[in-house]
T-cell receptor
């Protein structure tokens, strides 16, 4: 019973274009949604989060959109850079501070 | 200046052995966590401690026992290791619960455990 799903295991995008990573969830009690980036042999690094009461949060090249009615969120990276190549995890937080992670999407930026 | 550190980074051991993984954070956080990333890359929480008190304990075998000597440290001890315990284990920390933060957790580099 996976409460957070990332249906695309991989994504390739040309450098300079927009990367869009998607995430779906089932539990309407999640209060925050977060995106993490992970390089091989390193721990996940926090990128950006959004409260369940908002629909958009922006930080530099990264924007997260939340559609509560669809239980869907997405991470937009623009413009994409080679250093953005990594695995991106979507995570959802409940009231007990527990994070539930998706299975990740491997993003490859093509120079 | 590492924020969340784990030792060792790699651990290779035989079935049936007992081993420990250490975690330390210098961020002044009150809450610490252990996660397991299995062969399918699925990252799942195992335990959470807040100020040395256990607050999350997922369905984890009793062979796994977290120990928090102080709020900056959360160690993971594993008894009678089994083949299925092979995974990457991540430690993480976050600010105090209920602070209205976005729940950001800061992760260590991971410990790759291989049970032979």
């Amino acid at each position: 019973d996976q409460q957070v799903k990332q249906n695309s295991p991989s994504l390739s995008v040309q450098e300079g274009r927009i990367s869009i990573l998607n995430c779906d969830y089932t539990n309407s009690m999640f209060d925050y949604f977060l995106w993490y980036k992970k390089y091989p042999a390193e721990g996940p690094t926090f990128l950006i989060s959004i409260s369940s009461i908002k629909d958009k949060n922006e930080d530099g090249r990264f924007t997260v959109f939340l559609n509560k009615s669809a239980k869907h969120l997405s991470l937009h990276i623009v413009p994409s850079q080679p250093g953005d190549s990594a695995v991106y995890f979507c995570a959802a937080k409940d009231g007990n501070e527990k994070l539930t992670f998706g299975t990740g999407t491997r993003l490859t930026i093509i120079p | 200046d590492t924020a969340v550190s784990q030792t060792p980074k790699y651990l290779v051991t035989q079935m049936g052995n007992d081993k420990s993984i250490k975690c330390e954070q210098n961020l002044g956080h009150d809450t610490m966590y252990w996660y397991k990333q299995d062969s399918k890359k699925f990252l799942k929480i195992m335990f959470s401690y807040n100020n040395k008190e256990l607050i999350i304990n997922e369905t984890v075998p009793n062979r796994f026992s977290p120990k928090s000597p102080d709020k900056a440290h959360l160690n993971l001890h594993i008894n009678s290791l089994e083949l299925g315990d092979s995974a990457v284990y991540f430690c993480a920390s976050s600010r105090r619960r209920g602070t209205g933060s976005g729940g950001e957790q800061f992760f260590g580099p991971g410990t790759r455990l291989t049970v032979l």
